[in-house]
C-alpha cells in the first residue's frame, strides 16, 4: 500500500493556521470540514493556535 501524497489544504488566514490532509486524491469542501471537525473534536482546547500547521493522512480516494 503506497503513502497518499495529494495534499489539500484549508487556511485560516487571521490566525496564520493551515490544517492539510494528506489523502489519494484531492478532498472535498465536506470531506475536509469533516477533517477538521473530528480532528478539533479530539483536541482538549477546541480552537486552533496561532501559527500552527496540521497535517493529516487519511485514506480518502483509496478505493476510487
Known sequence: MDTPNVKTELKIPELNFTFCVIAYRKATREEMHFAYNYW?????????????????????????
Open 40 to 64: 478539533r473534536s479530539q483536541k482538549k482546547s477546541n480552537k486552533p493556535k496561532r501559527n500552527q500547521r496540521v497535517d493529516v493522512i487519511t485514506i480518502i480516494g483509496y478505493n476510487d
